[in-house]
């Protein structure tokens, strides 16, 4: 069921979130970032959810937040951070792009863990284009996920990339045919079930927060989590079943 433009689903271990405003090419209302950001609060609450999955409805990803609502709203527009709601999810968040990345829609699939792209995804930040700054972490997450020359030649020209040039500088792990996205964006989910959800979490953190150290603080991070870490050994017989 579709709910102000957001549409959720819990099945099989999965959240799966819809922006569903294919006529806004799935621009984000007031309504829908708060629900977004709710919904991410308390997927690592919620025992019967692995894996959170972000897409939109056809033909888009996301536009980024609604501009016309933002006019209409001015001053009174409630503030907002979707990808920061995202990135705090200590659980796998996965992105499957559907359709167009753009400017705020790119800093959502960017706070995703793993973006799955279909070969009809492309990509954009037009931030200066409008005369504005990113307010949900593309200066932080775009220079380390494709560097900074190309980050900055990104956000200064808005240029739009489409999903195999995304690939090629690692901004997303796989490109498939548009046909393949859920199928593939289900593999994944069941690949990611079949570890140890505590450990993939706590894997995650390592890699967070060892990302503002150097090499041998990050080491020496791991090595203190590491001896704190409970092993159950009883999961040694399954790996690779």
């Known amino acids: 069921m579709t ?26 209302t007031l ?15 919620d025992d019967s959810v692995d894996v959170v999955v972000i897409t939109g409805v056809d033909p888009a990803f996301c536009a980024g937040a609604d501009v ?26 996965v992105g499957a792009v559907n359709g167009p990345s ?8 960017l706070s995703c863990d793993f ?20 307010r949900w972490g593309m200066s932080a997450l775009l220079p380390r996920a494709v560097g900074v020359r190309y980050a900055k030649e990104l956000s200064a020209t808005g240029s739009v990339i ?17 046909a393949d996205l859920r199928r593939r964006v289900d593999e994944l989910v069941r690949s990611i079930q079949q570890s140890n959800g505590p450990a993939v979490t706590a894997t995650f953190a390592l890699y967070e927060d060892g990302q503002s150290l150097t090499q041998d ?17 009883s999961q040694f017989g399954t790996v690779g079943r």
């Not at 001015?74 to 705090?88: E, K, L, N, V, Y």
């Open 31 to 45: 309504a829908m970032r708060l629900r977004l950001e709710e919904l991410c609060a308390e997927a690592d609450g």
């Open 115 to 134: 973006l799955i792209a279909s070969d009809r995804a492309s990509f954009a930040d037009t931030h200066a284009r409008l005369g504005v700054l990113p």
């Open 217 to 233: 603080e990050a080491v020496l991070l791991e090595a203190e989590r590491g001896a704190e870490w409970v092993v159950d050994l």
């Open 68 to 93: 016309k609502e933002i006019a209409a709203l001015g001053s009174s527009m409630t503030s907002t951070d979707p990808g920061a709601a995202i990135r705090r999810v200590a659980k796998p968040v």
């Open 162 to 178: 489409d999903a195999e040039e995304a690939l090629r500088i690692g901004l997303v792990n796989h490109v498939v045919p548009h």
């Open 3 to 28: 709910v102000n433009g957001l549409r959720e689903v819990r099945h099989a271990g999965v959240l799966t979130v819809t922006f569903d405003r294919p006529e806004a090419r799935n621009a984000l």
């Open 102 to 109: 753009i400017t705020g829609g790119l800093e959502i699939a």
